[in-house]
Structure formats: C-alpha cells, structure tokens
C-alpha cells in the first residue's frame, strides 16, 4: 500500500509540473524591469528634428510649452544623470543630432538610467518647452500661485508610463564634444549645442584661490535657486558660468586652482552658456603645454626649447611670475657689461639669429656677476632660468634671469 501511494504521488508531481509549462521554467528575464515595454519603435524622429520642428520651435524659443498630441518618439543615450546631485529631477539624452533635457518628479534616477543607457521615449501626452530657451521634455507645471502654466517635471507615474530601456548601458558611447570657445556668442551655435555634454579646455576657475568650494551655502556666495554661478578666467560670466547647486555632493569641495579641462551638460540661461557638472569626475588638470609647440616643461630636468618658450610668449600661455628653465643656442651677442655684471644676447633652437628671445640683462652662471666680455659666445649652448615676457614686439627673458649651465 505504501508504495502505491509513493507512486500516486510521484504522478501528481510530475502532472503539477508538466502543467507549468516551458515559459515558468524558462522566464523571459530579458526584459529591463522598469519603464513600459510595449512601446513600439515606429514614429522616431532625431532630437535636432524635434527642436526644429515647426510646432515646437516657437515655444522653446519664447520659454512656453506644448502638449505633444501626436505619435513622437525619440531615442538616445544617457549623456547627464543626477549621481552626485547637480543635475536635480532631469537627465539628459544625445542621439548624436542634438540633445535634449528630460525633467521627472523623481531622485536616483542614475540607479536606472547611467550614463551610455539607450532609452525610446513616448512623447504623446508629455509637454515639450524650454526654461529660459533651454529645450525640456516634462510634464505641465501649474503655478499656485499665479496660476501660470509652463514646462515643467512630470510625476514618476507619467513617466514610467512613457520610456523604455532599450538593451544594456554602454558608457563608451558617450564621448564629450570639444566646446568651441570662438562660437561663445554665437547664437546659432548656443541653439543647437544647448543641452549636450562637452568638454571645455584649459580653464581657469576665477574664484578658485585654494580654500574657497563650488557652492557654500553660508552666505558668502550669491546663489540664485541654490547655486553658485562660478566664472572663467578670461571668460564673461554673461557669456558662461559653471554652475552648481549647494546640494550637489561636491558642493563644498575645494575648487582647483591650475588649469583645468571642464566636462558637463552644458545648458543655457537665455544667451549665457551653463556647465553643469555631473560629478567631480568631470574635472582634470589640463595639460599645460597643450597646443603649444616645441617640447619641455619648464623645468630643469626638461627645459623649455626656444619654440616653445616662443609659443607661449606669442600666444600668452605663460605664467609671468613663474621661472622657467630654458635651453637654446647663443646666436648672437648684443652687450656684455662687466661694469654692471650682465649681458643681453639672443638665442634660438639652431643658433641662427631667426626666431629668437632675448635673454635680457641676464647673470652668468648661477647668478654670478659677469665680469669678461668672452665669457659667453655664438653658439655655445645655455641652459636660462628667468620669467618670460612680451616686451613691446619682443619676446624676452626678463632681467634678473642667470645661466644654469653653458656648454
């Protein structure tokens, strides 16, 4: 009798289990867990197509809104996320024609939306608008105040009804664009790159002196909408600030002071350019000697050549309280005064008397005083250590310069 029912059973278990079927013991784990999976992939229009179509490219320029009411989509890439804060309730997507802001009632975005994520966007139903001619997708902000309606961040519930993820995140996708520094007032340009990260190169924060941070909350800043608007040296702050909100995660680190190379969103402000920078990750120490010609660094175990001493003088790439070893071939002698110890003679790369600096009112070796006329001579090799200068139309190292070495 036991092993009758042993078998009975046996036999419900197996009918149980062949009743599940394939789909229950293989499930689709394929599909991303989050957004609406049954958006079809018809209607895609590109990002530059949707800001210049002719129902919206009004209302973007005048900061109103419209609710889209036909079949749209777009499709593209995480560019910006809010990792670290700076980017409040919005990402932003490139499809390589031109990128766009997406504002939603949500945080932790990032969690499943990284940077390089592909995302298909349902637009019928959203509002498409800008804030201050930055073009923004989201839902309809009334004010409760006045009343006034505009573009602004659609709850999570409207949202997760309108993307979906398509495929895995693919960070290497995402490759800055250079910003060209020429075309900061162009306002063709400003239309068409607003939204898109880029990369702006071997800047100067004005504000960074060693202690002062991104965005203090204490007062000592002008914040507008809890950010501080940093600016660039050499830049105006109407035509581009680096913006950041005293919530980010970075806000009260301490800015950098040497040269640096800026990635972020780069948004606008009616005709002002704005960095938003999406971690600090997107900050690195400029190379110096970038787009500057010849070779060395400055320092005596790799001096300046005359070339480049040259290019940084003629294109104002110096430091000018900074000295600076450099090395060059005497090419030709204009004074050597014992009576007042020092010398002004011209070096180049090659030793002739083209393309070269004046090494002015110069010391000898180690700072000695000059105390002979053939103490130095054409074509003898020097090694310089003095501050540089454009003096007049020459380029010159100042007085107070002394020879390291000469061969």
């Not at 006034?148 to 490759?175: C, F, N």
């Not at 880029?198 to 204490?218: L, R, W, Y």
């Not at 003095?386 to 061969?407: D, H």
């Amino acid at each position: 009798m036991k092993d009758i029912k042993y078998i009975i059973i046996a036999c419900v278990c197996a009918l149980f289990a062949s009743c599940m079927g394939s789909d229950y013991a293989e499930p689709e784990t394929y599909l991303p867990p989050y957004g609406n999976n049954q958006i079809p992939e018809t209607n895609v229009v590109t990002i530059a197509a949707l800001k210049s179509d002719a129902r919206f490219v009004n209302v973007i320029k005048n900061g109103a809104f419209k609710v889209v009411t036909d079949d749209i989509k777009i499709k593209g890439r995480v560019t910006g996320n809010d990792i670290q804060g700076n980017l409040y309730n919005e990402f932003s997507i490139d499809d390589g024609t031109g990128a766009i802001l997406v504002c939603v009632n949500q945080g932790g975005l990032y969690g499943y939306l990284p940077i390089g994520q592909e995302i298909l966007i349902d637009l019928k139903g959203m509002a498409i608008g800008s804030y201050r001619q930055q073009p923004e997708i989201g839902g309809v902000y009334t004010n409760p105040s006045t009343g006034a309606q505009s573009v602004g961040r659609m709850s999570r519930q409207e949202w997760a009804s309108h993307y979906k993820l398509t495929g895995a995140a693919d960070p290497s996708q995402i490759v800055p664009e250079e910003f060209d520094v020429t075309k900061i007032s162009d306002a063709t340009y400003l239309a068409e790159k607003a939204g898109k990260l880029m990369t702006i190169k071997g800047v100067q924060i004005a504000e960074a002196n060693g202690t002062s941070v991104f965005a203090p909350d204490d007062g000592s800043v002008t914040l507008t909408s809890n950010c501080a608007n940093r600016t660039l040296k050499g830049l105006s702050s109407n035509n581009i600030v680096l913006r950041t909100s005293t919530y980010a995660d970075f806000a009260n680190e301490v800015m950098p002071t040497e040269k640096v190379n800026i990635t972020g969103i780069f948004t606008r402000f009616g005709t002002t350019w704005q960095i938003l920078l999406r971690s600090t990750d997107d900050i690195e120490v400029a190379d110096p000697f970038a787009g500057i010609a010849g070779s060395g660094e400055g320092t005596e175990a790799s001096p300046l050549d005359v070339t480049r001493a040259l290019d940084m003088i003629n294109k104002g790439a110096y430091d000018a309280a900074t000295e600076y070893y450099v090395s060059g071939i005497i090419s030709s002698i204009k004074e050597v005064s014992p009576s007042y110890g020092n010398a002004t003679y011209n070096i180049s790369v090659d030793g002739k008397d083209e393309n070269t600096i004046t090494v002015f009112r110069g010391k000898y070796l180690n700072g000695e005083k000059f105390t002979a006329e053939d103490q130095i001579k054409v074509g003898q090799k020097v090694v310089i250590l003095g501050t540089l200068t454009l003096y007049s139309s020459t380029p010159e190292i100042n007085a107070g310069n002394s020879i390291i070495s000469i061969k």
